[in-house]
Structures are given as C-alpha cells and as structure tokens.
C-alpha cells in the first residue's frame, strides 16, 4: 500500500481528494492537514510515502513544507497540486525539493498514476509548465519576496518590521530592491507582478 498524508486547507477539496484517492485499492490516506504545520507534523509521526499538498495554506506553505520534509531527509516525496499554472512556483517547488506538480484541474485518474510514479521515484510535472521554468529566472531574494508578500497583503513597513525583528529603514531597502528588480513603480505594483510570475 502507498501511505499518503494530504494537506489542503478547503475541507471540500480536501474531502474530494481523500475520497478519490481511498478507491485506488494499492492507496491508503492514512492521514488530512488543514495546514502546513499539521502537514508537517503528520509528516514526521507518520513518515508516509507522498505528501498531496496546496501551495497557499495557513501558517505554513506548501513549499515551504516541502522544504522541511527535504531538510528532516524524511522518506516522503512530494507532489504540489494547486490551481497555480505558473512556472515560478513550479521551480521554487521543484527547488524545494517536490517530486510531482499537479494542476487541480487535471483529469482524477492522472492523481493516483501520480502518487504512484512519484513513490516509484518518478517526477510528474506538468510539461508545459515545465517549459514555462526555465524561462524567465526569479530575481528576488528569499527576504525580498517575504517582505515583498507581506506588503502585498497590505501591511505597513513598521508591522513587517516588526514582525520580523528587522529595522523600518532595512525594510524600506528590501522593498526598493523589489521594486527596482520588477520594473515596478511601488510595493503594490510590484507584489502584483510578483505574483504573477509565481514569484511570491
């Protein structure tokens, strides 16, 4: 049997997805996260065989899990399924160490052959995507992106600053060079852009 934990913080899709997957006779879901931190800690308890998880969720991204499960050098591979088709976030997956990158849109039988390739170690990436990549290359740096997102969302350079132990003037700094980098004309512009190519 293919053990497989699945991370999705929508309770109908993350219903749908366990509920197509329990079908497959050689499938078994033996755990569901709401969030990245509970993917997480399945993960470590559990050690199953494939990750399924969302990209956006709360307290932890997909990508951010991924990365984790790849640092803990646990036996789990990981497959992204998202509703992002941008090769920015197919890359920084595929940096972070993911196996498999579903769009939620693909055909509900390409899921479980996935889970299957993906834990005969396999990858089962979208191939147009895949083209997409290798483009254009991300120019933000890990902190530029996270300040950049957190203005995105609208907060102010004092609450960023903050939140992360850094000074307003630094916080300032990293905005420029985002928006410098993007061609952008300010913070909301520019996190839109970022956005766009799957940057954020």
Same mark, same amino acid.
């Given at each position: 049997?293919?053990?497989?934990?699945?991370?999705?913080?929508?309770?109908?899709? !993350?219903?749908?997805?366990?509920?197509?997957?329990?079908?497959?006779?050689?499938?078994?879901?033996?755990?569901?996260?709401? @969030?990245?931190?509970?993917?997480?800690? !399945?993960?470590?308890?559990?050690?199953? @065989?494939?990750?399924?998880? @969302?990209?956006? &969720?709360?307290? &932890?991204?997909?990508?951010?899990?991924?990365? /984790?499960?790849?640092? /803990?050098?646990?036996?789990?591979?990981?497959?992204?399924?998202?509703?992002?088709?941008?090769?920015?976030?197919?890359?920084?997956? !595929?940096?972070?160490?993911?196996?498999?990158?579903?769009?939620?849109?693909?055909?509900?039988?390409?899921?479980?052959?996935?889970?299957?390739?993906?834990?005969?170690?396999?990858?089962?990436?979208?191939?147009?995507?895949?083209? #997409?990549?290798?483009?254009?290359?991300?120019?933000?740096?890990?902190?530029?992106?996270?300040?950049?997102?957190?203005?995105?969302?609208?907060?102010?350079?004092? @609450?960023?600053?903050?939140?992360?132990?850094?000074?307003?003037?630094?916080?300032?700094?990293?905005?420029? #060079?985002?928006?410098?980098?993007?061609?952008? /004309?300010?913070?909301? #512009? /520019?996190?839109?852009?970022?956005?766009?190519?799957?940057?954020?």
């Amino acid at each position: 049997m293919i053990r497989v934990v699945i991370a999705e913080d929508q309770a109908m899709v !993350l219903g749908a997805l366990a509920a197509l997957l329990e079908i497959e006779g050689d499938i078994d879901v033996i755990g569901r996260a709401r @969030d990245g931190e509970e993917a997480l800690a !399945l993960c470590m308890r559990e050690r199953p @065989d494939v990750l399924l998880t @969302d990209i956006e &969720m709360p307290k &932890m991204t997909g990508l951010e899990v991924a990365a /984790a499960v790849k640092r /803990a050098a646990l036996p789990t591979r990981v497959i992204i399924l998202t509703t992002f088709a941008r090769g920015g976030y197919l890359r920084r997956a !595929l940096d972070a160490g993911a196996s498999g990158y579903l769009l939620k849109d693909s055909p509900a039988e390409q899921l479980a052959n996935a889970v299957r390739r993906v834990k005969l170690g396999g990858r089962v990436i979208d191939p147009e995507l895949a083209a #997409e990549a290798w483009g254009e290359p991300d120019p933000l740096t890990d902190r530029e992106r996270q300040v950049l997102r957190m203005a995105g969302e609208g907060q102010s350079s004092a @609450d960023i600053a903050a939140a992360l132990n850094l000074s307003e003037g630094t916080v300032r700094n990293y905005l420029s #060079e985002a928006i410098n980098k993007l061609g952008a /004309a300010n913070r909301v #512009e /520019a996190a839109r852009i970022a956005r766009d190519k799957g940057w954020l």
